[in-house]
């Protein structure tokens, strides 16, 4: 349970460093023990959970569940917002696709249309850096613009003839496992993220940013630079997701990201990530991406009808923020 | 009146109106038909929905939160509405009753969780608004009620030359708004919680009643829009309110609230809905790509926002504030929307 101390909130948030990172061991194990009594639960009653082919299916939806997660993690922990994770993340995932289908390499393409997340994650970082508009304002504009052009510009046309090797990327898996190319690279990026958070000056720094701006900006810390880099790589985490997607989907459609932008936020807020900055758990926001790929797979096979996976999902995040939230005012270390 | 004056003068108003006024003019020079009738009929219908919509998330915003619930809520009761109607037979008055006592359960709901939980209202109405379309998808199983009674449907197309009946609606509830926010203590009360929940504390308002009351109002608005987008499209739709997230945004904030509270522009907010609505029907008749809308409206928010700090802040103070990497965001806008609503001084 390393990943419990690695954002030590009671050096920036002040004060209760013990309680706090006590208490977040405790919701952590929470959210893993839920997590695995769910996993019991539907390998016994649900036929077929633990096929492998059920099981890669849920890994890979899972990684790319959790990379999404993981664009808007990082933004909350600077204390801002990204509404635009779904909007950067399908112009990638349509660039890409489109190089691909105009014959391109697929490594050189999948790569260009991430250079493209980055460069869109980049001008949100920007734009909010010279206007100093608050970043839900610049992003709900980002989102707008972006999808807009995407439409307008593919004629909301997908491209579906995309190269076998792209495809068969994602359908890779461990040797004798049924674990998704996917979610070995999302796990890799996770450790990335970790060790950015726990090991680096820019880690600390966005944290530090993230649980009190006015002081990290009257402490002398660069903080619209850390802002500026933060949203790049937002967007490169979700331009990531969305090359995965067409990958998984086989074809790039004009509505990819449409749905990720509410849907980013679950798996952190269920991992415990603070919304107000300066919190964040890797660790957490993988569990809870995989929590709800868990919910939704499982729930699917033992028959409970699809529509009420919404309601499920809506009642583990108010149970999970309110949960954490009780523990944390519960051991004082609120605000 | 000399106040009011003021108001347009000071706030993104007056620039609304005049971009307003000349969108029509442009417009009917362009094309025509958009002075025909029918079109302002259209027009004037889709620009009811949506101002309730954004009038929804101006209340939550006038208190400092959000509400992500809207278009969840619009959806449910057009939804509890049509399926009382279709399948159990109920008069249009009960069901029309019944859904709008939905959405204002919800919207209390909205408002007691995010007081006694004190979660952000943004992370609480997300999970809220998964639990409101959980139940219409559960309710529906995503297949729209059909054959709606004929008055209601009749409602969603009744006229008097280019003016929709529904309008109707919308100008009694945002008269109502008004004056409830200017005038009535319990909506002054809103504003003072909103612009500095704190002092409002330690003062002695009821921040429990104010952050309640703000979020049932933003839902009953919301269910208002729903039953009228029903009534539009003749069945209920189970997507209804699935794409009002955006709209219900952008509205209050190029018509210049601000994200942390203490704004009620109930005036920008109806002319920037308009210029949306403009927009919209200007794409229609030029046959442009529709998508358009969408990168204008994104467009819209952001120059409309940073006309309204270069107003307060000038040039230099705007650069200023931009390099010391401040996030005052629309705090600079604050002071003068807040003397919008009647002039508040405590």
């Known amino acids: 349970m390393a990943a419990v101390t690695e954002t030590s909130p009671g050096v920036l948030g002040g004060g209760r460093i013990w309680g706090t990172a006590g208490l977040r061991t405790v919701s952590l194990l929470a959210l893993l023990i839920v997590t695995a009594g769910f996993w019991i639960f539907f390998a016994a009653f649900a036929r077929g959970f633990l096929s492998d082919f059920n099981l890669f299916g849920l890994f890979r939806f899972a990684a790319i569940g959790i990379l999404i997660g993981f664009a808007q993690m990082v933004v909350l922990s600077i204390g801002d917002m990204n509404l635009a994770v779904g909007a950067v993340g399908g112009a990638a995932g349509m660039f890409a696709g489109w190089l691909m289908a105009m014959g391109l390499p697929v490594l050189l393409a999948a790569l260009l249309g991430i250079a493209l997340g980055c460069a869109l994650g980049l001008c949100i970082g920007l734009l909010i850096r010279v206007t100093g508009l608050n970043s839900f304002i610049v992003t709900l504009a980002a989102a707008s613009l972006i999808t807009g052009a995407l439409l307008i510009l593919t004629q909301a046309r997908p491209f579906s003839s995309l190269p076998a090797s792209l495809t068969d990327f994602a359908q890779v898996e461990l040797p004798g496992t049924p674990i998704s190319s996917f979610l070995v690279v999302m796990l890799l990026i996770g450790l990335g993220l970790f060790i950015v958070y726990r090991n680096t000056s820019l880690g600390r720094e966005m944290l530090a940013i993230g649980a009190n701006r006015r002081a990290a900006l009257m402490s002398g810390l660069a903080v619209g630079r850390v802002v500026l880099l933060t949203h790049l790589l937002s967007g490169l985490l979700a331009s990531v997701a969305g090359v995965m997607s067409i990958a998984a989907n086989n074809t790039a459609s004009p509505g990819l990201g449409s749905d990720w932008v509410l849907t980013s936020f679950v798996a952190p807020a269920i991992g415990g990530t603070l919304l107000s900055g300066g919190l964040v758990s890797v660790f957490g926001t993988v569990i809870g991406g995989i929590l709800v790929a868990t919910l939704g797979s499982g729930l699917l096979l033992i028959g409970v009808d699809n529509f009420w996976l919404e309601l499920c999902l809506g009642v583990v995040l108010l149970l999970a923020v309110g949960l954490d939230r009780l523990t944390r005012t519960v051991g004082g270390a609120t605000e | ?346």
């Open chain 2, 1 to 346: 009146m000399i106040a009011a004056v003021r108001r347009l003068i000071s706030g993104p108003a007056l620039g609304l109106l005049i971009v307003d006024a000349a969108g029509v003019v442009v417009l009917a020079a362009a094309a025509p038909a958009f002075l025909s009738t029918y079109n302002l009929f259209v027009t004037g219908r889709d620009f009811s929905i949506v101002l309730l919509v954004a009038l929804a998330q101006m209340v939550v915003l006038a208190l400092g939160q959000m509400n992500l619930s809207v278009g969840a809520i619009g959806g449910l009761v057009a939804i509890v509405e049509s399926d009382l109607m279709v399948r159990y037979g109920v008069s249009i008055g009960v069901s029309i009753a019944a859904g709008l006592g939905v959405g204002l359960l919800a919207g209390v709901i909205n408002g007691l969780l995010v007081h006694w939980t004190r979660i952000n209202s943004f992370i609480l109405t997300l999970g809220t608004s998964y639990v409101f379309a959980g139940i219409n998808l559960g309710l529906t199983h995503a297949t729209p009620f059909y054959h709606l009674p004929g008055p209601i449907s009749g409602f969603g197309q009744a006229r008097t030359g280019p003016f929709p009946h529904m309008a109707l609606v919308t100008l009694l509830l945002t008269v109502a708004l008004v004056f409830f926010l200017a005038r009535i203590v319990s909506g002054r009360q809103i504003l003072a919680v909103g612009s500095n929940r704190r002092a409002a504390e330690l003062s002695g308002l009821p921040i429990a009643r104010s952050v309640v009351l703000a979020h049932a109002i933003s839902a009953l608005l919301a269910a208002v829009a729903g039953t009228m987008l029903m009534a539009q499209l003749g069945q209920g739709q189970p997507t209804i309110g699935a794409t009002w997230i955006l709209p219900s945004f952008a509205g209050p904030i190029i018509g210049g609230a601000s994200l942390s509270g203490g704004t009620a522009p109930v005036l920008g907010t109806v002319l920037a809905v308009g210029l949306v609505s403009l927009i919209d029907d200007g794409l229609v008749l030029v046959n442009a790509n529709p998508y358009w809308v969408q990168f204008l409206i994104g467009a819209l928010i952001l120059v409309g926002v940073m006309i309204g700090r270069l107003r307060v802040a000038g040039v230099r103070g705007f650069l200023r504030l931009a390099r010391d990497g401040k996030e005052v965001g629309h705090d600079a806008v604050r002071s003068e929307p807040t003397a919008a609503i009647g002039g508040r001084r405590q």
